[in-house]
């Protein structure tokens, strides 16, 4: 059998205290067919985040001089996974509030064949240290993505994801600011299967949210409208495109 090539790639800036452990938490030889490299994106960090990434056995740095911010981040990851030959890319905030030890799991109902995008859910797992506020806007948003796509979702802004090839190739992040209910809202219209899988999650403990209040709502607000004016053009999916045995991962564990 062909092994499937997973990259998993990490939108970072100024993260040099964290990255280092959240890259040697990435398990890299869990499946005897799946191969795992490692990409960050560095936008523009005026640390030593891209040094520590190295160090910590990143395969490949994308290094911008300039910060560019979150969603055009996101959208070089996906475009260099799949640039870099990815049969599923995966995304993994680089601040260690996301278990990278959980990336096995995020990865399964797109290997059964179920899904071609799946979001790490924080609210369908476990929470330690949200504060109440973040919690509250990330009900609100996720209720609006729930409204607006017609199909229930617990965590519409989740910083661990997965997916498919194709779904890289066809999917658009309309804003640099961020990606993470645009993304969900282009991918869904286009009819790509998504599901949430429950993850552990842990607020970080070092540096600090790029998220400000204002500059949040006035980003996200009229990218959300934009995106759903857009037409979208459906896409022909084959859901069987990166089914893998996973009792064979059962026999060798
Ligand atoms: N590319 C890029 N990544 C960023 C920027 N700001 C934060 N990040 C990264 O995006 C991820 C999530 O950011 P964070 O500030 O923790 O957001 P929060 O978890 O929603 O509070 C982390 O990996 C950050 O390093 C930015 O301006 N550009
Ligand atoms: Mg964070």
Redesign the pocket.
Known sequence: MKKQRVIVF??????EEAIGDVIRRIPRHFHPDVEVSVLV?D??STDRTAEAAKEAGADYICRWPE????G??VRRGLEECVRLGADIGVMI???N?YPPEQIPDLLAPIFTGEADYTIGSRFLGTIRGMKWHRRLGNYAFTWLQSLLLGQRLYDG?S?MRAFSRQAMEEAEIIHDYNYAQVLTLNLVRKGFRLKEVPIRYQV?TT?????KFTAYITAVIPAIWKEMRRPVKKAVIDPKAHVLSLERERHCS
């Open positions: 990490l939108p970072a800036h100024n993260e994106i936008d523009g910060n560019r911010g979150l055009a981040a905030d680089a601040d509030e802004q910083g970080r540096g600090r949210s790029f998220i």
